[in-house]
């Protein structure tokens, strides 16, 4: 079970009560307030092939405790309806993920004020109509699942969804740094589930498949913090730089290519071989060049001074003289 949605609406007991007044500036009756259970996310394998681990989940039950509920991730103040006073990591009986794992949830408990401003959703969410939600947060770890080595060192090439010996691909994803907020949406982010993540950025870990990952998403706005901004900018610059240095190697390639095929094959079209040239990868640029100084290397191989050549033998037809 993969899905984010409202479980049930209930009336608050004596405990809720108390600890939803941490989070409010008056105190408020049982009937002033509006309480439901809802499950935020699992450890069951998404539609992007990510996963939480179930240690992932515990962290998470910590952070989004206090943390609002906005309407499709819209960051607006005039948007927040409701916010989280409790959350737990529960196991779901007789039921696993797509991996094999008994499936765990993170559940939560929601509190909105019955105001009138707030009535048409209440309404809705009894109704089964307002019913999908989607979090959002930061992880620290991704790890590939058939390896095991971190997204971001770079050393892994499995790509998630595909198999390899026989075993499914996916990203584990551990080590909450953050949770930002929930969010009611009539379309989750994702297959069932619509969970939004993210990940950290810190001490110079930066993962530019998740920034990639999220600049892609549809109809979605994307946030950047300062430090995070600073980041893509130095990276962007980075590779600005490294781009300018490959053009201009490849073009010294192209010039010393065109040059040794002027010496290996006279007869060549300069000009039609130095386009056909332009087109190429530097791998095959590299290949060429290496042929042509291979065949000039052979074919000015010196000869040592005091090497005779081979005298051909005169036939003088002494066979045939009477």
């Known amino acids: 079970m993969k899905d984010g949605y409202i479980e049930k609406s209930y009336m608050p007991l004596q405990e809720d009560i108390e600890k939803i007044r941490q989070f409010t500036r008056k105190e408020f009756s049982e009937d002033e307030l509006y309480v439901f259970t809802l499950i935020l996310c699992s450890n069951d394998i998404d539609r992007d092939f990510e996963?939480?681990?179930?240690s992932a989940l515990k962290g998470l039950a910590e952070l989004f405790v206090g943390k609002t509920g906005i309407r499709d991730h819209s960051m607006k103040s005039s948007d927040q309806t409701a916010r989280i006073f409790d959350a737990w990591v529960e196991r779901v009986p007789?039921?696993?993920?797509?991996?094999?794992?008994?499936?765990t949830v993170l559940k939560a408990k929601a509190y909105m004020v019955r105001s009138e401003e707030n009535r048409a959703l209440i309404t809705d969410i009894d109704a089964g109509i307002k019913k999908e939600v989607s979090v959002s947060c930061s992880m620290a770890s991704c790890v590939c699942s058939i390896c095991g080595?971190?997204?971001?060192s770079g050393k892994c090439s499995h790509i998630n969804g595909r198999e390899y010996a026989g075993k499914l691909c996916y990203s584990i994803l551990s080590e909450p740094v953050d949770a930002y907020e929930w969010s009611f949406v009539a379309v989750p982010a994702q297959r069932d589930a619509g969970i939004t993540k993210s990940f950290s950025i810190a001490n110079g870990d930066f993962n530019m498949d998740d920034i990639k990952k999220s600049l892609k998403s549809d109809g979605e706005d994307i946030t950047l913090s300062n430090a995070q901004a600073r980041e893509l900018c130095d990276y962007i610059e980075e590779k600005e730089a490294l781009a300018l240095l490959g053009e201009e190697y490849k073009k010294t390639l192209v010039r010393e290519l065109v040059a040794l095929c002027a010496k290996s094959v006279p007869t060549m079209d300069l000009k039609v071989f130095g386009g056909v040239a332009e087109i190429m990868?530097?791998?095959?640029?590299?290949?060429?060049?290496?042929?042509?100084?291979?065949?000039?290397?052979?074919?000015?191989?010196?000869?040592?001074?005091?090497?005779?050549?081979?005298?051909?033998?005169k036939n003088d037809f002494n066979e045939f003289r009477i």
Do not use: H
């Open 94 to 103: 007789g039921k696993q993920t797509a991996d094999g794992e008994e499936l």
């Open 149 to 152: 080595e971190s997204r971001k």
């Open 51 to 54: 996963k939480f681990s179930v």
């Open 281 to 313: 990868t530097v791998k095959e640029l590299q290949c060429f060049k290496e042929a042509f100084e291979k065949q000039q290397a052979a074919e000015n191989m010196p000869q040592p001074q005091l090497s005779r050549a081979q005298k051909k033998t």
